[in-house]
């Protein structure tokens, strides 16, 4: 394997021209790591663009890559009488089964080695707060009015009412990364992370967002031989 540019994502123009595009999963340098609550409104909820990952140190069989997660956004509103909140980060997609709190998770496409046997383990960095909130217990309930209008307001108090809403029922606080996946692309190989940047106690209500995800990926075996030629199938 060649050693990563520090410079760069771990990803070749082609795969974020090709593969990337039809994931959606933007990779693109943004400034600022601020805050900020917006009233709910379908043109205010585009979303934005991701910062790029950055390596901070390779090895001969892994290295360690930090995901700055960027601008959270919170749009509020009241549905069915409860006061919910609806979190958005760049690049990330709504998180979580119908019914419990939607916290958004981001996947990033890393590449390992043909041949390897990747491990990907995550940490989170500083948090911050993002205040006392209900989550929504459906994607895109606060922002898409087709959304409110297809859910039942008796179907959110349910939602509100169950295990994964109360002190007690939730569980542990889950790890930073939610799993991995490997796949492959125009003859590279990549190990999907999806990552955890967003937890909600709900002893406390309260929301934080990490200001960023240090992965570290290794492998147990040498890299193997390459394709022949053409696109490698995902693994």
């Given at each position: ?9 771990l ?43 950055i ?5 001969p069989?892994?290295?360690r ?25 760049p ?34 960095s ?25 859910v ?84």
């Amino acid at each position: 394997m060649s050693r990563p540019d520090r410079r760069t994502p771990l990803l070749s123009e082609p795969a974020r021209s090709g593969f990337l595009a039809a994931a959606s999963l933007l990779l693109l340098l943004t400034p600022g790591s601020g805050v900020r609550a917006q009233i709910p409104s379908e043109s205010s909820a585009t979303p934005l663009p991701a910062p790029a990952p950055i390596v901070e140190s390779v090895t001969p069989t892994g290295y360690r890559v930090r995901v700055p997660i960027g601008d959270a956004q919170t749009f509020r509103a009241r549905v069915a009488g409860y006061d919910l909140t609806e979190i958005r980060i760049p690049g990330g997609v709504d998180g979580g089964a119908w019914g419990q709190p939607s916290l958004p998770t981001r996947t990033v496409l890393l590449r390992i080695p043909w041949g390897s046997i990747p491990v990907a383990r995550g940490a989170w960095s500083t948090f911050r707060s993002l205040g006392s909130l209900e989550p929504v217990p459906v994607p895109h309930l606060v922002t898409e009015a087709k959304v409110r209008d297809r859910v039942a307001p008796e179907a959110v108090a349910a939602a509100m009412q169950g295990a994964p809403y109360r002190a007690l029922g939730g569980g542990g606080e889950a790890a930073a990364i939610a799993g991995t996946a490997l796949m492959a692309a125009r003859g590279e190989r990549y190990l999907a992370v999806t990552l955890r940047p967003v937890t909600w106690d709900p002893a406390t209500r309260e929301a934080r967002v990490a200001e960023a995800i240090v992965v570290d990926v290794s492998w147990a075996a040498p890299a193997g031989a390459r394709p022949s030629g053409g696109a490698a199938t995902a693994a």
